[in-house]
């Protein structure tokens, strides 16, 4: 019973990670969309947990938020537009199967030798910095010969995962945040271009009137932008 | 606590379902699914590094894959979308033509 209590991360990320990879290999099995979404989701899950193990108890809480919330309803939500019943009851898998499951394998191994061999930079145990807010200041201090020597000094003020991650974010990675929150604009804006459905002929006898005068008032405006 | 190698290890080998369903399947909304698998390994990499280095850079980084990942999803959901109302199929090998 101790060595079980001992060993409980361990007993905890076997698990876990027994689940996440068996899910992802249905994900890619399941020949329905629905059912490859749903155990998307519970490797999404499971991903979250080995998140919170590690330490990274934000990145766990986007990471549900984001993606089991955001994103999985976004697939669903194409997969039930698509019409499921409509899908060809051919083989799920192209004709270069072996092709694919070969090159699978191959980086693989590659990862596996990179994993077992490579010497990694050495190994930090200080995981009081993940929950840490750092501070940056300018030092004078005197030695013991009297000479004084100025230098940046850091301070860590113990907080929390999601106060350290979120002063990270405002301060050191402040114009990467703004260029991500460019990025999410265009990625919008894009999306809606893309998916936007321009009326055909068989359309616009059944269509109701106020979608005809929009769609009337659009073509006057695009041809005032043209003139 | 699980190693960093452990931690890798399960990286690689969801990174590697990931790509096999990228390169097998046919339906292009498992396609991007099997994207966001690969994206989610990359994370578990950054994550397990960060808390060996005991740095917050690798969650920050995580933090940022996925916002990358959500409008990459957003957007070919989008393109998916528009392609079923041209040819009415998701299947990915019958719009290998880039025109029309």
């Known amino acids: 019973m101790d060595a079980l209590t001992a060993n409980m991360p361990l007993v905890v990320f076997l698990l876990v990670g027994t689940v996440t990879v068996a899910s992802a290999i249905l994900v890619v099995a399941m020949r329905n969309p629905v059912h490859s979404a749903l155990f998307l989701l519970v490797t999404f899950l499971c991903v979250a947990v080995l998140f919170v193990m590690r330490g990274a108890e934000f990145v766990g809480a986007v990471q549900v938020l984001v993606y089991a919330g955001g994103i999985m309803v976004l697939f669903l939500f194409v997969v039930m537009l698509i019409n499921v019943r409509t899908l060809p009851e051919e083989r799920i898998t192209s004709p270069y199967w072996l092709g694919g499951i070969a090159v699978g394998a191959a980086i693989f191994i590659l990862l596996a030798t990179l994993v077992r061999t490579g010497p990694y930079h050495q190994e930090v145990n200080r995981p009081d910095i993940l929950e840490s807010i750092a501070t940056h200041t300018m030092e004078t201090t005197v030695a013991a010969n009297g000479k004084a020597t100025t230098g940046p000094v850091v301070h860590y003020t113990l907080a929390g995962n999601s106060e350290a991650v979120g002063n990270s974010l405002y301060q050191e990675y402040l114009v990467p945040f703004e260029v991500a929150s460019l990025f999410l604009l265009v990625a919008m804006i894009g999306a809606i271009v893309i998916g936007k459905r321009e009326l055909g002929a068989m359309e616009e006898e059944t269509a109701p009137d106020f979608i005809l005068d929009r769609v009337k008032t659009e073509h006057e405006v695009k041809e005032v932008v043209n003139a | ?100």
Do not use: K, W
């Open chain 2, 1 to 100: 606590m699980p190693s960093t190698q452990a931690y890798l290890m399960l990286a690689a080998t969801l990174f590697t379902v990931g790509l096999i369903g990228v390169v097998v399947r046919r339906n292009m909304i498992t396609v991007l699914m099997c994207i966001e698998l690969m994206l989610n390994a990359v994370n578990l990499n950054l994550v397990a590094f960060s808390s060996r280095l005991s740095s917050l850079e690798g969650q920050i980084f995580s933090v940022f894959i996925i916002t990358i990942a959500a409008g990459e999803a957003a957007v070919g959901l989008a393109i998916i979308i528009q392609l079923y109302r041209i040819r009415a199929t998701v299947n990915i090998d019958e719009v290998r033509e880039l025109h029309g």
